[in-house]
């Protein structure tokens, strides 16, 4: 099964990191990355840019609306994910426990629902 790993970082915590700390976080999803693509687990991840470089898009009557920035402002927000293939939720729990991010902010855990195409 699929799962969704959000990550999570509050703008109380963040640049408060030193460079080393920031480094040596930057560091450890490097390897942590290259231990879920050995084992097989990871489907992709990234990190995001921070939240005042996003646009968000709606579309209602067939146009198109976009409003620079984030949508809510909010204490936490979306740093980067990671998709990985386990066999259950305790499975993965134990794989997106392990993200370094998280010892710093929060990981949110989601199994990823597979549409089908309606007849």
């Known amino acids: 099964m699929r799962y969704i790993c959000l ?3 509050s703008a109380d915590t ?3 990191l030193t460079s080393e ?3 040596d976080l930057v560091k ?3 390897a942590f990355d290259e231990e879920l693509r050995r084992d097989g687990v990871m489907v992709h991840a990234d990190a995001l840019e921070m939240p005042d470089r996003a646009t968000v898009l709606r579309v209602r009557d067939n146009t198109l609306s976009a409003t620079d920035g984030p949508y809510v402002e909010t204490k936490e927000h979306l740093a980067g994910f990671y998709v990985i293939e386990a066999p ?3 499975t993965a729990k134990k794989i997106a426990g392990r993200i370094p ?4 902010g929060a990981v949110e855990l989601r199994p990823v629902r597979m549409l089908t195409l309606p007849d």
């Open 28 to 30: 450890a999803h490097f």
């Open 7 to 9: 990550i999570y970082n």
């Open 88 to 90: 259950d939720m305790a």
């Open 101 to 104: 991010s998280a010892r710093f």
């Open 14 to 16: 963040d640049g408060t």
């Open 21 to 23: 700390e920031t480094d």
